[in-house]
């Protein structure tokens, strides 16, 4: 979100929770300040998310409290990156805060999870004394140059073998390339608990279409009813 305007519509059209990225080098990145005016004028009720890349765990945790958010959603590009986040979560001061408070979305790129290893056994991403909860993975169609927000989907067949082992070990949101039209399917091959979408309910990068969020949100809740 970078505006208010589309904040409220995609609350009102029943988001479960909205975004906001500090990513300088995204269309859609919005100022610290401005999320925090928007996130005062929300209900309690929608969870609101910072989206980082290439950030410290402690740098948008702190960011998070100035803003008020309720989780952040990390974006890594590679293996050794995710371990660099979670060496990130170890090295937090101890008692800085309380174990499980930091709501963390791990975002990760398809393209380095389809490995036979996480088909046949799954992906555990283990911590010792976090001082956060991993909530979920996000997996995106994205790649180091471009982290997230490419429009473009991923294979979802090929991966659904993927999806599947790292859903038998913590829950998985899926984004890159949805949109009202394509979403009911996306939801039926993969089986997510969640689905991330932006470009694919936009006019132009950055603004919102109010009647392609509302189609998107009741698509959604549709194949909730179906599979339900």
Known sequence: ?????????????????????????SPRCVSVETAREIVEKLPE???TVGVFV??????????????????????????????EVLEDMRAWPPNRRKPGQTRIYLALPISTLITEQVEKEGLTIEMQDPQGEIVALLVDSGSGQQPGGTGVAFDWHQAAATVAGLSRRHKVVIAGGLKPQNVGEAMGVLSPWGVD????????????DPEKVRDFVRAVREMDRRVG
């Open 54 to 83: 290439a950030e410290s765990l402690m740098r948008a945790e702190e960011i998070g409290v100035h803003v008020k958010l309720d989780a952040v959603q990390i974006y890594t590009t590679s293996g050794p990156r995710i371990l």
């Open 45 to 47: 009720r929608v969870e």
């Open 1 to 25: 979100m970078t505006n208010l305007e589309d904040a409220l519509a995609a609350v009102e059209a029943g988001a479960d929770a909205v975004g906001f990225v500090f990513y300088e080098k």
């Open 197 to 208: 979408v932006s470009s694919g309910v936009e006019t132009r990068p950055g603004k919102k």
